[in-house]
């Protein structure tokens, strides 16, 4: 599958960027959720595999929160609908400025970037999207990615 390289005024379309701000917190609202449930799933298997493996399999229980979101975001982000399930919901989906898709690994440093950046400048990180062309956050500034409605992606596509 070939994807071209998308010119800057195909993201001239305000319909693009309608309500991306809050439809994105109402997204990550769903996503903690959703993180939250698999992690609720996973804690007995790890608790299987510390009995199957003497023990050391519970050693994953140190790790287990974000091996399970990043997973989830790594699959769900990186996979071929470009957003995470509460993205879906929410009519929202990643794209990158310069056309390629984002892959498993762009979806991850995408979440570790906004993790990171949360620890040491909390209001900065949101503030940013109310002065920034397109709504983009700090971290989508720093990997050429920004959300955008997905129907509106398609009918521009």
């Known amino acids: 599958m070939t994807h071209a390289h998308i010119p800057t ?3 001239d379309d305000w319909r693009l960027f309608a309500g991306v701000r809050t439809r ?3 997204a990550f609202c769903i996503d903690y959720l959703l993180v939250f449930g698999l992690v609720v799933v996973a804690v007995p298997i790890v608790a299987l ?3 199957a493996t003497f023990g050391l399999g519970w050693l994953l229980y140190a790790i287990l929160v974000p091996l399970v979101a990043l997973a989830y975001i790594g699959w769900t982000m990186g996979g071929p609908n470009q957003g995470t399930w509460g993205m879906q919901m929410m009519d929202l989906r990643l794209v990158r400025y310069d056309g390629q898709p984002i892959d ?3 979806a991850i ?3 570790v970037l906004f993790w990171a950046a949360n620890t040491i400048l909390t209001p900065f990180i949101v503030l940013v999207a109310l002065f920034t062309r397109h709504k983009r956050l700090l971290h989508d500034l720093a990997l050429g990615t920004v959300a955008v409605r997905s129907q509106h992606y398609r009918e521009t596509a």
Request: aromatic fraction near 14%; charge should be positive.
């Open 9 to 11: 005024d195909r993201f």
């Open 24 to 26: 994105r917190t109402i």
């Open 49 to 51: 595999l510390g009995f």
């Open 104 to 106: 498993a690994m762009t």
């Open 109 to 111: 440093v995408h979440a």
